[in-house]
C-alpha cells in the first residue's frame, strides 16, 4: 500500500527535520520541501487517472470541458496554495501562509466566474 511508505516517509522526514533544525534551520525546511515534491511525484499518477476519469464523464455527461477545465483549475490552485502554506507554516511565517491562503480564494472565484454566470443565467431562464 502506498499510504504506508508515504506515512513511513513523513515520519522519517520528520524526525530529520527535528533533529537537525536545530543546527541548520534552513536545510531543515528544504528537507521538508523535497520531501513535499517526492509525495507529489509518487502522487502523480492517480492524479493524472482522476483527470482523465472527470474527462471522460464530461464528455458523457455533455458537460462543456470549458468547465470542467476550470473545475480541475480550481482544485490545482486549492491543492498548490495549500502546499505553499504549509511549507511557510513549518518555517514559522504564518502570516505569509495566511496570504498565500487569501490569494488562492481569490483566485479560485476569479476562475469561477464563469460558472457562476452560467448557473445564474440557466435560473433566469426557469424563471417566468
Request: net charge positive; charged share 15%; proline share 2%.
Amino acid at each position: 500500500m502506498e499510504i504506508i511508505q508515504i506515512v513511513g516517509l513523513g515520519i522519517v522526514v520528520t524526525i530529520l527535520v527535528v533533529i537537525i533544525k536545530q543546527q541548520r534551520p534552513e536545510l531543515a525546511i528544504q528537507l521538508s520541501i523535497v520531501a513535499g515534491v517526492i509525495i507529489f511525484g509518487m502522487m502523480l499518477g492517480k492524479i493524472v487517472a482522476v483527470i482523465n476519469v472527470m474527462k471522460q464523464i464530461a464528455q458523457k455527461s455533455n458537460v462543456s470541458m470549458l468547465y470542467m477545465g476550470t473545475v480541475l483549475k480550481i482544485v490545482g490552485v486549492a491543492y498548490i496554495a495549500e502546499y505553499g502554506a504549509q511549507i511557510c507554516k513549518d518555517a514559522g511565517e504564518g502570516a505569509v501562509a495566511s496570504k498565500i491562503e487569501f490569494a488562492a480564494k481569490v483566485i479560485v472565484i476569479v476562475l469561477a466566474i464563469p460558472i457562476i454566470v452560467r448557473v445564474f443565467d440557466n435560473l433566469m431562464k426557469l424563471v417566468p
